[in-house]
């Protein structure tokens, strides 16, 4: 099964913009449609956006419409989470995911995370 590895997260002002990056090793990551998900401290997982394997299909959060947008670029085995006007409570780490069902709250297996911090 293709290994996924998250990158791009780090420190960030309120307002500001980062993007995620989650590429895959060991198979095609164009086979299989990807979620992004996140966990703050205290708080269960939750769903954040996802693709379809094709990236004709998008699915999002209520809490980040219209700030985050997802992508993929199949050629290059990754797919992407551009997240812009960032607040404090977007501060979590960030995974990434294949998803059986894209934009259901299940992931079935998952990369390691990487962290985003929002300051105020």
């Known amino acids: 099964q293709v290994q996924l590895v998250e990158s791009g997260g780090g420190l960030v002002q309120a307002g500001g913009s980062l993007r995620l990056s989650c590429v895959g090793s060991?198979?095609?990551?164009?086979?299989?449609?990807i979620g992004w998900f996140r966990q703050a401290p205290g708080n269960e997982r939750e769903f954040v956006a996802a693709i379809t394997w094709g990236g004709t299909g998008t699915y999002y959060a209520d809490s980040v419409k219209g700030r985050f947008t997802i992508s993929r670029d199949n050629d290059k085995n990754a797919v992407y989470l551009q997240m812009n006007s960032l607040k404090p409570e977007d501060t979590a780490v960030y995974y990434c995911?294949?998803?059986?069902?894209?934009?259901?709250?299940?992931?079935?297996?998952w990369g390691q995370g990487t962290q985003v911090t929002v300051s105020s």
């Open positions: 995911a294949v998803q059986s069902r894209p934009g259901s709250p299940v992931g079935d297996y």
């Open positions: 060991g198979g095609a990551m164009n086979r299989y449609h």
